[in-house]
């Protein structure tokens, strides 16, 4: 195979967005509960940085709405207020779980 054959088009770039999101999605649910299993974190973490570096270069970023990076676990895009707000929201007890999960997953890190 020569490097055309083996370069992604843009299109297939952006549907990889699509495939990342979709995964990423539930996977951050999995690893908020703790079922990612051995290696499982490290990989989602892989998959976090591929998909920024796609939403970089396709500058989506301000595209996208605070929750979707909060669904996804992309807490670079996110500040602690954003979070600490979330986790006081008692009507959506889905993102007041993840901004509490990623409160303490950060301040772990300090």
């Known amino acids: 195979m020569n490097d055309e054959q083996n370069t ?3 299109a297939e770039e952006k549907a ?9 999605a539930f996977a ?4 908020m509960f703790g079922e990612l299993g051995e290696g499982g974190v490290t990989r989602i973490e892989n998959l976090r940085a591929t998909l920024t570096k796609l939403l970089r270069k396709y500058d989506l970023i301000a595209t996208l709405p605070k929750e979707t990076f909060l669904l996804l676990g992309l807490t670079e895009f996110l500040t602690s207020e954003d979070l600490q707000a979330w986790s006081m929201i ?7 779980n993840r901004a509490k999960y990623f409160i303490t997953k950060l301040e772990q890190k300090k």
């Open 8 to 10: 992604l088009t843009e």
């Open 16 to 24: 990889m967005v699509g495939i990342l999101y979709n995964h990423l």
């Open 28 to 31: 951050t649910t999995m690893e």
């Open 90 to 96: 008692e009507t959506n007890k889905h993102m007041q």
